[in-house]
């Protein structure tokens, strides 16, 4: 699906734009793959007193986290560098007071976000959470973290979610349109439904193609360019992490992160490294590279790995032929309109 209206951006201008002080954001990606220059434009921009929410709150809910922008977080997941008693940068907040944090399961999460992609106001979850600390113990949403109704069914009592509708998301692909149809492959998780979810979407990918190869494979697009507000192209954008069909995750430079993240004041020389003192991700590669060497992106670049391409062919593509003539009664519509008109079925 299109339009004529290119959402090209820079990373810059989509954050500024689309992104508020006080916003519900999403990461969409799941554990591969993070909105990584996204999320440091977010930090270099200072927004605050975000809501967000994040399926697996690793390297890109960390950074959010320290860069002060994060208020509330709604996840199934935190990475605690060095544990409780090492921490991260979510422990130290959560510990400081500064930071609240509402937990659920990964099928609840994702649930949430189901419900709020179809325009639903809630969503049915497995009633065993109810024994469990995540239904006991409630942080700021407190009774609207889950409710329990009665099934007018079955007369039993249900355990439900709230829809989960948040203000923006930002996700990384692997390729897009300048239009905004977004191409994901590889493991989905929440991606699709925390976008659809979602009333404004920034989608950053490793390259813009042009429309007839978006065309050429429809089943990868998992976001129509109808609902995107910007598409921002930043090759190796989500680097540490990995895309599939571009390059690996950087091995190296994850678990410098996480031993940086186990320590205040590590956590902020690394910050002042990557995130405040590059520009975007141009600066960040130019730094890399420049302390690390080429060589070492060059490794992890994925090796090509193609998949048998699908036939998406017909015999003709619409009911009129090259003449407009329908093909089965070989009319005009001009003549098929006439007939209508002779014999009153013509209305208007």
């Given at each position: 699906?299109?339009?004529s209206k290119?959402k090209?951006?820079?990373?810059?201008?989509?954050?500024?734009?689309?992104?508020?002080?006080g916003?519900h954001?999403v990461?969409?990606?799941?554990?591969?793959?993070?909105c990584?220059?996204?999320a440091f434009e977010?930090?270099?921009q200072?927004?605050?007193?975000?809501?967000?929410?994040?399926?697996?709150?690793v390297f890109d809910?960390e950074v959010l986290?320290?860069?002060g922008?994060v208020d509330r977080l709604?996840?199934?997941?935190v990475?605690?560098?060095?544990?409780?008693?090492?921490g991260?940068?979510?422990?130290?907040?959560l510990?400081?007071?500064t930071?609240e944090?509402?937990?659920?399961?990964?099928?609840?999460y994702?649930?949430?976000l189901?419900?709020?992609m179809?325009?639903?106001?809630?969503?049915?979850?497995?009633e065993?959470a109810m024994v469990?600390d995540l239904?006991?113990?409630?942080s700021?949403m407190?009774?609207?973290?889950?409710?329990?109704?009665?099934?007018?069914?079955?007369?039993?009592?249900i355990?439900?979610?709230?829809?989960?509708?948040?203000d923006v998301?930002?996700?990384?692909?692997q390729?897009?349109d300048?239009?905004g149809n977004a191409q994901?492959?590889?493991a989905l998780g929440?991606?699709?439904a925390?976008?659809?979810?979602s009333k404004?979407i920034i989608?950053?990918?490793e390259?813009?193609?042009?429309?007839?190869?978006?065309?050429?494979?429809?089943?990868?697009t998992?976001?129509?360019g109808?609902?995107?507000?910007?598409?921002?192209?930043?090759?190796?954008g989500a680097?540490p992490?990995?895309v599939?069909g571009?390059?690996?995750?950087?091995?190296?430079?994850?678990?410098m992160f996480?031993?940086?993240d186990?320590?205040?004041?590590?956590?902020k020389?690394?910050?002042?490294?990557w995130?405040?003192?590059?520009?975007?991700?141009?600066?960040?590669l130019?730094?890399?590279?420049?302390?690390?060497?080429?060589?070492?992106?060059e490794?992890i670049r994925?090796k090509s790995y193609?998949?048998?391409?699908?036939?998406?062919?017909?015999?003709f593509?619409?009911?009129?032929?090259d003449?407009?003539r329908e093909?089965t009664m070989g009319?005009?519509l001009?003549?098929?309109e006439e007939i209508?008109?002779?014999?009153?079925l013509?209305?208007?």
């Amino acid at each position: 699906m299109t339009d004529s209206k290119t959402k090209v951006m820079t990373a810059h201008e989509a954050i500024s734009r689309f992104v508020h002080d006080g916003d519900h954001l999403v990461i969409g990606n799941y554990t591969v793959g993070t909105c990584a220059e996204l999320a440091f434009e977010v930090i270099r921009q200072k927004k605050t007193g975000l809501t967000l929410y994040s399926q697996s709150g690793v390297f890109d809910v960390e950074v959010l986290v320290a860069g002060g922008c994060v208020d509330r977080l709604v996840s199934t997941y935190v990475y605690r560098a060095g544990g409780k008693e090492g921490g991260s940068a979510v422990e130290r907040a959560l510990q400081a007071g500064t930071l609240e944090m509402e937990d659920y399961t990964n099928f609840q999460y994702n649930a949430r976000l189901v419900a709020g992609m179809h325009g639903f106001s809630f969503m049915q979850v497995l009633e065993g959470a109810m024994v469990t600390d995540l239904f006991k113990k409630r942080s700021f949403m407190g009774e609207d973290k889950y409710r329990v109704i009665t099934c007018p069914y079955t007369g039993k009592d249900i355990l439900t979610v709230p829809a989960a509708n948040p203000d923006v998301c930002i996700v990384h692909v692997q390729r897009c349109d300048r239009y905004g149809n977004a191409q994901y492959w590889g493991a989905l998780g929440s991606v699709a439904a925390a976008a659809l979810a979602s009333k404004r979407i920034i989608v950053s990918c490793e390259e813009i193609v042009e429309h007839d190869i978006i065309q050429s494979s429809p089943h990868l697009t998992i976001i129509p360019g109808y609902r995107v507000d910007a598409v921002v192209e930043i090759p190796w954008g989500a680097h540490p992490t990995e895309v599939l069909g571009y390059y690996n995750l950087d091995r190296l430079m994850y678990a410098m992160f996480f031993v940086s993240d186990m320590r205040g004041d590590g956590l902020k020389a690394w910050m002042d490294e990557w995130v405040y003192g590059c520009r975007d991700r141009a600066d960040y590669l130019d730094h890399y590279m420049a302390k690390h060497g080429s060589e070492m992106l060059e490794a992890i670049r994925a090796k090509s790995y193609f998949s048998a391409p699908a036939d998406y062919g017909s015999a003709f593509t619409s009911c009129w032929d090259d003449e407009d003539r329908e093909r089965t009664m070989g009319l005009t519509l001009e003549e098929l309109e006439e007939i209508l008109e002779e014999r009153g079925l013509l209305n208007g």
